[in-house]
Nanobody, 116 residues
Framework: QVQFVESGGGLVQPGGSLRLSCAAS????????MSWYRQAPGKEREFVAD????????NYANSVKGRFTISRDNAKNTVYLQMNSLKPEDTAVYYC?????????WGQGTQVTVST
C-alpha cells in the first residue's frame, strides 16, 4: 500500500535550518507529483510546497518562498524539504503527501518546533 515515512524534524532556534526527508513506497514514485503540507496547533493543514515528477517545476506557499526548497531523488523514492531561516510561525507537524489512487495519501508527519 501507499506509505510515506517522514523524518528530520526537531527543535531549532529561530534563524536555523532543518532538512526533512520523506521515504515513499507502494507506488511508482517517479510518476507522481509530491507535496509537503504542514499543520500548526489549532490551525488547518496547509500547503507548503510541491514538485513535479522530473523536478522541472516546484511551487511554494508565499509564506515559505525564498526560505524553503523542495527536491526529490527518484532513485531513492525520497522527497526532501530544506528549510532555512526558520521562524517561530513555521512550528508545525510537516506531512509528505501525494494523490496516488484518486485520493490524497499522508504520512504520519514529523514535528518541527522553532523556538528559543
Amino acid at each position: 500500500q501507499v506509505q510515506f515515512v517522514e523524518s528530520g524534524g526537531g527543535l531549532v532556534q529561530p534563524g536555523g535550518s532543518l532538512r526533512l526527508s520523506c521515504a515513499a513506497s507502494g507506488f511508482a514514485f517517479s510518476s507522481y507529483l509530491m507535496s509537503w503540507y504542514r499543520q500548526a496547533p489549532g490551525k488547518e493543514r496547509e500547503f507548503v510546497a510541491d514538485i513535479t515528477r522530473t523536478s522541472a517545476v516546484a511551487n511554494y506557499a508565499n509564506s515559505v518562498k525564498g526560505r524553503f526548497t523542495i527536491s526529490r531523488d527518484n532513485a531513492k523514492n525520497t522527497v526532501y524539504l530544506q528549510m532555512n531561516s526558520l521562524k517561530p510561525e513555521d512550528t508545525a507537524v510537516y506531512y509528505c503527501s501525494a494523490v496516488v489512487t484518486g485520493s490524497r495519501s499522508w504520512g504520519q508527519g514529523t514535528q518541527v518546533t522553532v523556538s528559543t
